[in-house]
């Protein structure tokens, strides 16, 4: 017995998967998903427009010396040149170029905090709901079919209507409304998908496992459940998040998001209509930003969800 | 005798079925119906019973990862289902796991220096901080994988080392009591020889006691001292490995027994299965008295009402446990050669003038 097992032993340690010489580096899910997103033209240019839109957020000062609030009436409705202003002036006579880039931050501040909000928010319910199951996984599973049934447009203009906004209240306050009303009516889609997802892991033998070998609850979270549960949520998250800045554009479009002197795409597309049929350029430059920003966090998560799901390879 | 480290006293887990609008409990899927047994120290035990039958539960009974719905585990004098916090996690050092299926007992995303390190992350005191990889690569090495794959995670192993790997995490904390839940049925046969041959070392060098499920009879005869078979949530016989394969004297384990292939071409045509009629009834509404009475060739009107108990019955050469009324051993064809303790045993076992002869027994099953 004792020779027959050594054999075996043996045999099978020699038999180990042929790559012993060539890759000594571990190899996770998420390296395996970094390899096929390296590989991903699409991942790419998203990843360079976005990293231009945060640029353009941070230091807008290194794509225009032109101050955005600075109007010259007498220039107003300017068409666009190659000389004069690139974008042509609005309106007002601001420099929509200027505004253009400038009104970026407002969208990366909103769509970053919405979506971070919204993950934090959503994960820590849909984890308690998932795991503890029971009564708690009832009271918050109610909680977010009501918040659900609110569509977010009504939902954000009652919210703005009862807490409206004035020329003095500060630029960050503006922003922080907006985050506000997108995390009260975002976190529930993530809440769900959280649960079904921890749903999906708990089962799991090595979740049983943890709980014989005396591990508590929130060690069995951390490091079993939560990572193996975060890849659907972490990829419609940015894609939420070019939602959440069409969102923003849509609330200020409406006068209910960010309002002036507040420089945004919203704001921007917004004052534009007045002029549609007589000045065009005024409303294409923000609404070609705009679109390009959401389209590049759509095609980022549509990379990364490729990537995450071994059944694509 | 050695003594035994884990008693199981009337064990019984019944899940409740919900139904209609407000979900009221409408029944009962009495998985695990009042098992007893004893594991001595050192000891293998298999338990072996179709799908269904409450294995499983039996099993995470025993880990109280399930609460039961009555009875008591004493584990080496402990009422395992009285502790709680500290004190139970001091029980589960003693009493550890090895999952069925390999693919799904090992999270994907941790190294295997994680997962057999965690049982020292969860119970700090039993290997100080600086020696864990030490205690790590030396249970690899144990279970006979390379060491320096430490770093490695479990989707670059075969289906048999990560069985390994299982192993050696259920081992870790140098646990009493290993229980196996069908540990080889998800592997292919050679693997399965390797890791049934690895626990055997195991078990020698480590004087661990096994509780070993599996649906494989051949593989329980082979690892086990003492088999049970259960039927429905109930125990139908308890015996020495000889005394389960050789001399059966529940109707249930015979027919189990007879369904095994031989693998002698010569003693086939003499062999005769015995074919159960039906299908196993539902846990949730189990025949009345005796559990097996619907599809038993030997049933009569008593075992309609009467349960019958699992306590000592004559099998033709002594006696062990068994829950039928009409106990009595058959012959039955010698279906893996293990040793030939059992040749001498059968030759005993002809003379004897109380066998029942299998003509009789044929009239109340079909022929295959």
């Known amino acids: 017995m004792t020779e027959a097992s050594t054999i075996a ?9 042929g790559g012993d010489v060539q890759q000594d580096k571990p190899r996770s899910l998420a390296s395996d998903a970094w390899r096929q997103l390296k590989k991903n033209p699409i991942f790419w240019v998203s990843v360079i427009l976005i990293a231009l839109f945060v640029l353009m957020a ?55 905090f919405a979506t971070l909000s919204t993950l934090i928010i959503g994960t820590a319910l849909g984890i308690i709901a998932g795991f503890y199951g029971g009564w708690i996984d009832a009271i918050v599973s109610r909680l977010t079919d009501i918040f ?50 921890v749903l999906q892991v708990k089962p799991n033998d090595y979740v049983q496992a943890a709980r014989a070998l005396g591990a508590s609850p929130w060690r069995i979270i951390r490091s079993h459940v939560l990572p193996n549960a975060m890849a659907p949520v972490i990829v419609v998250s940015t894609i939420n998040l070019g939602v959440y800045i069409a969102v923003e554009a849509t609330l200020s479009f409406l006068g209910i998001g960010l309002t002036p002197p507040a420089v945004s795409w919203g704001v921007a597309i917004s004052d534009a209509l007045v002029g549609i049929r007589t000045t065009p350029h005024m409303l294409l430059f923000p609404s070609l930003f705009l679109s390009l920003a959401v389209l590049a966090f759509i095609m980022l998560g549509d990379a990364i969800r490729d990537a995450f799901d071994p059944k694509s390879r | 005798m050695a003594e035994p480290i884990l008693t199981a006293t009337d064990l019984v887990k019944h899940y409740p079925i919900k139904g209609g609008v407000l979900r009221r409990t409408v029944g009962h899927v009495k998985a695990v119906d009042g098992v007893s047994f004893e ?36 584990f080496d004098g402990i009422d395992m289902y009285s502790q709680r916090g500290r004190a139970m996690r001091k029980l589960r ?28 992350d969860i119970h700090p005191d039993v290997v100080p901080k600086n020696g864990r990889r030490k205690a790590v690569q030396d249970l690899l090495d144990m279970v006979g994988l390379n060491p320096e794959h430490i770093n490695r995670y479990p989707h670059q192993f075969s289906g048999g080392q990560r069985q390994r790997i299982g192993i050696a995490r259920g081992i870790a904390l140098n646990p009493k009591v290993l229980i196996c839940d069908e540990p080889v049925s998800a592997l292919d046969v050679s693997v399965q020889a390797q890791v049934v041959n690895l626990m055997e070392k195991l078990q020698d060098e480590l004087g661990l006691s096994y509780i070993f499920i599996a649906h494989d009879l051949s593989v329980v005869r082979h690892i086990s001292d003492r088999v049970g078979v259960m039927y429905l949530g109930k125990m139908a016989e308890l015996g020495e490995e000889d005394e389960i394969y050789g001399r059966p004297t529940h109707p249930y384990t015979q027919a189990l027994l007879s369904a095994v292939p031989v693998p002698d071409p010569t003693l086939r045509d003499k062999k005769e299965q015995i074919v159960l009629k039906g299908d196993v009834p539902s846990p949730a509404n ?55 303790q059992e040749v001498v045993f059968k030759a005993e076992v002809r003379d004897q003038a109380s066998f029942e002869q299998p003509q009789r027994v044929g009239e109340g099953t079909q022929e295959s």
Request: aromatic share 6%; proline share 8%; hydrophobic share 40%.
């Open chain 1, 58 to 112: 941070v230091v807008p000062q290194l794509f225009t010396s032109t101050d955005p609030n600075e109007a010259i009436l007498q220039q107003a409705r300017e068409r666009p040149s190659l000389d004069g202003p690139w974008f042509g002036r609005d309106i007002q006579g601001y420099d929509i170029y200027a505004r253009t880039i400038h009104g970026a931050r407002a969208s990366i501040l909103v769509g970053v």
């Open chain 2, 286 to 340: 189990p025949p009345s008295g005796c559990r097996f009475h619907t599809r038993c060739w030997k049933a009569q009107d008593k075992c309609k009402t009467d349960v019958p108990l699992l306590e000592l019955r004559p099998d033709g050469v002594g006696e062990h446990p068994s829950a039928c009324h009409f106990a009595s051993p058959r012959e039955v064809i010698e279906t893996v050669d293990v040793s030939d």
């Open chain 2, 93 to 120: 050092r003693d009493i550890q796991i090895v999952f069925q299926d390999p693919y799904t007992s090992l999270n994907p995303r941790k190294t295997v220096g994680d997962i057999i390190g965690e049982p020292f």
């Open chain 1, 148 to 197: 659900f049934a609110i569509p977010l447009l009504l939902g954000g203009i009652l919210f703005m209507s009862v807490m409206p906004n004035d020329q003095n209240t500060p630029y960050l306050v503006v922003v922080g409304k907006v985050v506000v009303v997108l995390a009260i009516f975002g976190w529930p889609g993530i809440a769900r998908l959280m649960r079904s997802s």
């Open chain 2, 39 to 74: 594991l001595l120290k050192g000891e293998t035990l298999g338990i072996v019973g179709e799908s269904g039958c409450g294995k499983s539960t039996l099993g995470r009974l025993l880990m109280r990862l399930e609460e039961p719905t009555s009875g008591s585990v004493v």
């Open chain 1, 9 to 17: 032993v043996s045999a099978e340690t020699g038999a180990a998967p």
